[in-house]
Protein backbone atom coordinates (compact mmCIF):
# COMPACT_ATOMS: atom_id res chain seq x y z
CA UNK A 1 0.00 0.00 0.00
CA UNK A 2 0.75 3.71 -0.74
CA UNK A 3 -0.47 6.75 0.36
CA UNK A 4 -1.03 9.70 -2.16
CA UNK A 5 -1.29 12.93 -1.83
CA UNK A 6 -2.44 15.25 -4.11
CA UNK A 7 -2.42 18.79 -4.65
CA UNK A 8 -3.67 21.97 -7.43
CA UNK A 9 -6.95 21.82 -7.15
CA UNK A 10 -8.79 25.33 -7.16
CA UNK A 11 -11.46 27.09 -8.47
CA UNK A 12 -11.39 28.27 -11.94
CA UNK A 13 -13.08 29.89 -14.68
CA UNK A 14 -14.57 28.06 -18.03
CA UNK A 15 -11.93 28.46 -20.26
CA UNK A 16 -8.88 28.25 -17.76
CA UNK A 17 -6.61 25.87 -16.94
CA UNK A 18 -5.01 24.25 -13.63
CA UNK A 19 -2.42 21.76 -12.79
CA UNK A 20 -3.42 18.49 -10.03
CA UNK A 21 -0.05 16.73 -8.75
CA UNK A 22 0.04 13.68 -6.96
CA UNK A 23 3.08 12.21 -5.24
CA UNK A 24 3.12 9.07 -3.12
CA UNK A 25 4.25 9.39 0.48
CA UNK A 26 7.26 7.33 1.86
CA UNK A 27 9.42 4.50 -0.17
CA UNK A 28 6.55 5.07 -3.01
CA UNK A 29 7.86 5.19 -6.33
CA UNK A 30 5.56 6.56 -9.23
CA UNK A 31 7.31 4.63 -11.92
CA UNK A 32 6.70 1.69 -10.12
CA UNK A 33 2.29 1.82 -10.71
CA UNK A 34 0.34 2.46 -13.35
CA UNK A 35 -1.39 5.48 -11.98
CA UNK A 36 -4.86 6.83 -13.32
CA UNK A 37 -6.97 9.91 -12.24
CA UNK A 38 -10.22 10.20 -11.27
CA UNK A 39 -13.38 12.53 -10.56
CA UNK A 40 -16.57 12.71 -8.84
CA UNK A 41 -19.03 14.98 -9.22
CA UNK A 42 -21.77 15.42 -5.83
CA UNK A 43 -24.44 12.61 -6.69
CA UNK A 44 -22.60 11.11 -9.44
CA UNK A 45 -20.44 8.04 -10.09
CA UNK A 46 -16.81 8.27 -9.74
CA UNK A 47 -15.34 8.17 -13.36
CA UNK A 48 -11.97 7.65 -14.48
CA UNK A 49 -10.12 10.79 -16.44
CA UNK A 50 -6.95 9.54 -17.82
CA UNK A 51 -4.39 6.55 -16.67
CA UNK A 52 -0.78 6.21 -17.56
CA UNK A 53 1.20 2.88 -17.50
CA UNK A 54 4.92 2.05 -16.42
CA UNK A 55 5.48 2.63 -20.06
CA UNK A 56 4.07 6.24 -20.27
CA UNK A 57 1.52 5.28 -22.61
CA UNK A 58 -1.84 6.94 -21.89
CA UNK A 59 -5.48 7.01 -22.34
CA UNK A 60 -8.42 9.60 -21.26
CA UNK A 61 -12.59 9.24 -21.21
CA UNK A 62 -13.80 10.96 -24.19
CA UNK A 63 -15.08 13.91 -22.04
CA UNK A 64 -11.67 15.11 -21.69
CA UNK A 65 -9.86 13.84 -24.68
CA UNK A 66 -7.72 16.92 -26.52
CA UNK A 67 -8.00 19.34 -23.27
CA UNK A 68 -6.06 17.27 -20.28
CA UNK A 69 -3.18 15.52 -20.66
CA UNK A 70 -1.60 13.16 -18.07
CA UNK A 71 2.16 12.61 -17.17
CA UNK A 72 4.61 11.28 -14.60
CA UNK A 73 7.57 12.84 -13.93
CA UNK A 74 10.40 10.10 -12.32
CA UNK A 75 12.62 12.46 -11.32
CA UNK A 76 10.13 14.62 -8.95
CA UNK A 77 8.51 11.13 -8.26
CA UNK A 78 5.22 12.98 -9.23
CA UNK A 79 1.98 12.41 -11.29
CA UNK A 80 0.97 15.76 -13.04
CA UNK A 81 -2.59 16.66 -14.94
CA UNK A 82 -2.73 19.54 -17.29
CA UNK A 83 -6.29 20.75 -17.67
CA UNK A 84 -6.88 23.22 -20.32
CA UNK A 85 -10.34 24.33 -21.70
CA UNK A 86 -12.09 23.87 -18.21
CA UNK A 87 -15.80 23.86 -19.03
CA UNK A 88 -18.31 23.41 -15.26
CA UNK A 89 -19.02 20.00 -16.17
CA UNK A 90 -15.36 19.82 -15.33
CA UNK A 91 -16.30 20.75 -11.58
CA UNK A 92 -15.78 17.79 -8.91
CA UNK A 93 -13.30 15.87 -6.56
CA UNK A 94 -10.42 14.60 -8.63
CA UNK A 95 -8.65 11.71 -6.67
CA UNK A 96 -5.50 10.07 -7.71
CA UNK A 97 -5.02 6.47 -7.97
CA UNK A 98 -2.30 4.24 -8.17
CA UNK A 99 -1.72 0.29 -9.16
CA UNK A 100 1.22 -1.90 -8.25
CA UNK A 101 3.28 -2.94 -12.09
CA UNK A 102 0.33 -3.22 -14.09
CA UNK A 103 -2.99 -1.31 -15.13
CA UNK A 104 -6.11 -3.33 -15.03
CA UNK A 105 -9.94 -2.36 -14.07
CA UNK A 106 -9.33 -1.78 -10.08
CA UNK A 107 -6.77 0.40 -8.03
CA UNK A 108 -5.63 -0.24 -4.45
CA UNK A 109 -4.01 2.88 -3.57
CA UNK A 110 -5.62 6.39 -3.91
CA UNK A 111 -5.45 9.90 -2.17
CA UNK A 112 -8.08 12.20 -0.22
CA UNK A 113 -8.61 14.04 -3.16
CA UNK A 114 -8.59 17.71 -4.34
CA UNK A 115 -11.51 19.66 -5.22
CA UNK A 116 -11.72 21.78 -8.71
CA UNK A 117 -14.69 24.28 -9.13
CA UNK A 118 -15.16 25.69 -12.73
CA UNK A 119 -17.92 28.47 -12.59
CA UNK A 120 -19.29 29.45 -16.22
Known amino acids: QVRLVESGGGSVQAGGSLRLSCAPSGDGQVSWYCMAWFRQAPGQEREEVAR???????RYADSVKGRFTISRDNDKNSLFLRMNSLKPEDSGMYYCAAEFARCGNEFSNWGQGTQVTVSS
Open 52 to 58: IDRWDSS
